[in-house]
């Protein structure tokens, strides 16, 4: 299906990709929180926006799972070692200041030395 729509185009001047449109909606409709309609709307029109990997990554962060975000960052196939040292190093920060809000002082200081912070920033 998606070599049909490839190329078609909508709108009163006939300007715009349907493909592209298509893309826009559900990077929308995920930005605003409605992942099970963006990935219905991804499936149906066999558009995919996010790789499999990515929105584990995503859900996975969304649910606090830091350890794992963190393996999932390194599969993501990112190229510039800096940027995936600055993500990771902001991964364990939001870790480290959650054990920090519920009280987990130590909990917190583990995860300072265990992840070396002067290496990863």
Do not use: C, P
Request: aromatic share 10%; proline share 0%; net charge negative.
């Amino acid at each position: 299906m998606l070599e049909q729509i490839s190329e078609e185009l909508i709108g009163s001047k006939g300007i715009i990709k349907k493909v592209e449109f298509i893309r826009i909606i559900t990077d929308a409709l995920y930005s605003l929180g409605y992942d099970k309609s963006a990935a219905l709307l991804e499936q149906e029109w066999e558009v995919t926006l996010r790789s499999s990997e990515a929105n584990a990554f995503i859900d996975q962060i969304r649910k606090g799972k830091w350890n794992e975000s963190v393996a999932t960052l390194h599969k993501l196939g990112l190229e510039d070692e800096n940027i995936l040292k600055h993500a990771s190093f902001l991964i364990w920060e939001q870790k480290f200041f959650e054990l920090l809000g519920k009280n987990k002082e130590m909990d917190a200081l583990y995860t300072l030395r265990q992840k070396n912070y002067s290496k990863l920033h």
